[in-house]
């Protein structure tokens, strides 16, 4: 009985630090945002002045594909679909601009939309989530949480996500790891965009044109344990 239990400790150890490495300590994927997009100032931009989407320019295949560059920007860069002009894909909102969350338990969050044929990109608190089609690396998003749960010397470790991101009747469902159940949503009620978090909060958004002055550097988030 004693060995089965000890078997048993020792089969639960194995799988909490194989889940360790793959969620802190796995190889990231290469960083294939554009250089100049992600050194532009975002805080520039006016978002109210949405691109028109008449098939004229870029496709989203065209562009590479926009991750985090570690744990989180330094500054809020420029948008990754600046030059996409593919009309949006049949059953697709247009949720695109800035937005800031004014009821709800994330009051004051503030997020870009990005959208372009089948693509969306959502950039915030140091984080750009880009999911669908583009010229580098796969369709889901494969980037971090963002906050900063551990450290090791000067690396900073944080969580792995991934996710896709599918219209369901007016709805953007984010399903973890692709395939996975829906965790995060989005949606149009009236003017207003809302956001549906994976913590159960609900966060009512309305569209502004400018960036605010306290969103153009991201503040430090997560507990920075120190590990070494």
């Not at 969580?159 to 395939?179: E, I, P």
């Not at 207003?192 to 306290?214: F, K």
């Amino acid at each position: 009985m004693k060995k089965w239990i000890v078997r048993v400790l020792a089969l639960l150890l194995a799988c909490l630090l194989a889940a360790f490495w793959q969620i802190f300590l796995s190889a990231r994927p290469p960083l294939t945002t554009d250089p100049a997009t992600l050194a532009g100032d975002g805080s520039t931009v006016d978002y109210c002045d949405l691109t028109v989407l008449d098939g004229r320019g870029k496709t989203a295949a065209d562009i590479p594909k926009g991750n985090t560059p570690g744990c989180g920007y330094d500054h809020f860069p420029l948008p990754i679909l600046a030059e996409c002009t593919e009309p949006l894909a049949p059953g697709a909102a247009d949720i695109r601009g800035l937005w800031i969350g004014v009821e709800g338990a994330h009051a004051g969050h503030v997020e870009r939309v990005e959208q372009c044929g089948r693509r969306t990109v959502i950039t915030t608190e140091g984080l750009i989530h880009d999911s669908g089609p583009n010229s580098t690396l796969g369709e889901n998003t494969n980037d971090t949480e963002g906050s900063v749960v551990f450290t090791i010397g000067d690396r900073e470790l944080c969580a792995r996500t991934s996710a896709s991101m599918v219209w369901n009747g007016g709805v953007l469902d984010f399903h973890v790891f692709g395939w996975g159940p829906v965790v995060v949503k989005r949606y149009l009620d009236g003017e207003q965009l809302v956001w549906e978090y994976a913590d159960g909060s609900t966060t009512h958004m309305d569209r502004i044109c400018a960036l605010p002055e306290s969103e153009k550097t991201p503040r430090p988030r997560g507990r920075r344990i120190s590990l070494f």
